[in-house]
């Protein structure tokens, strides 16, 4: 009888470390974090994968420290990013993607590349509380006659969200992104036009 006791204390002692220790796992978001931050391509690329369908707004703070640093990701970044943005419902008040993007836009200190896959991320979105940034981006202020790839995304983007012209398509059709993603739709290079 004593043995019995023993034992089914040592079997419930057992439970409740296992319980503890499945509440201690790492949190996704934190594995994430170090993922993208990892020297391989493909960790990174799985880590956005991730953070894509990760409901989240560090998912959406991590993607954009994507989106304005690697340049091997940061198309794939953008698309997360679109994703993300895409969900929030226009009838709020802030669309926090659209947020974040835009001050990717308007850092003046980065490379071209990452401004102008931001602009394209904001005609992406389609969420017209961009205007106002992407008409400076594309004329105004933050316009530069040296930045033609971002000045003509700019231009696209105010295309896509039907400023003063009949509009353009998007390049990631509405609905493509609303289910979890498996991989990262390819988009096309940057690239002036003559």
Known sequence: MMYVARVVTVAVMIGIVAGLLAGCAIPPIEELSRKIESPQVSAREQAIVALAN?????????L???????????????????????????????NPVVAQV?????????GEQF???AAWTL???????????????????LADKRKP????????????????SVGRAFELPMGLLEDDLEVI???????PTA
């Open 185 to 191: 739709p390819d988009i096309l290079p940057l690239q």
């Open 54 to 62: 990760l409901a989240d707004r560090q998912a959406v703070r991590l």
């Open 115 to 117: 401004r102008a896959r």
């Open 102 to 110: 835009s001050e990717v836009l308007k850092n003046t200190h980065l």
């Open 123 to 141: 005609g992406e979105i389609g969420d017209r509380r961009a205007l106002p940034l992407l008409k400076e981006a594309a004329t105004g202020a």
């Open 64 to 94: 954009t420290e994507a989106l304005s640093s690697d340049g091997k990701l940061c198309d794939k970044a953008a698309v997360a990013l679109v994703k993300h943005g895409r969900q929030i419902e226009v009838t709020e008040r802030e």
């Open 149 to 164: 790839v971002m000045k003509q995304q700019a231009a696209e983007a105010l295309e896509k969200l039907g400023f003063n």
